[in-house]
């Protein structure tokens, strides 16, 4: 887990897999009572737990590509402040105006 999601969501990302592997069992045992409406929602609670824990695993990605794109920049000698300097700038002059 340590490297699959960002350092400090590993103890929610435990409890969401804990989560997954409780709503799985109780869904099966749902099933083997004939309780087909009781496994269909363990089996949606399964899923809501698997997208949170795909959340914070597209978060750690989205974090470890910013960091390679700030150190590439680094490496290219490119000063981020002016990059943003010069975007909120363009973005102040080119918003329409409210006529």
């Known amino acids: 887990m340590k490297h699959y999601v960002l350092q400090e969501d590993v103890c929610l990302a435990v409890q969401l897999l804990n989560c997954c592997y409780d709503c ?4 099966e045992k749902a099933i083997e009572c004939e ?3 009781m496994a269909n929602y363990w089996i949606n609670e399964f899923q809501r737990a698997r997208d949170d824990l ?3 695993r597209v978060k750690k990605i989205e ?3 910013l960091i390679t794109l700030f150190h ?3 490496r290219k000698q490119i000063d981020l402040e002016d990059v943003v300097r ?8 080119s918003r329409p105006s409210s006529n």
């Open 35 to 37: 309780q087909l409406s």
């Open 72 to 74: 590439e920049c680094s």
């Open 54 to 56: 795909q959340e914070l």
């Open 63 to 65: 974090r470890d590509r």
């Open 24 to 27: 799985l069992k109780r869904a």
């Open 86 to 93: 010069r975007i909120s700038g363009e973005y102040l002059f």
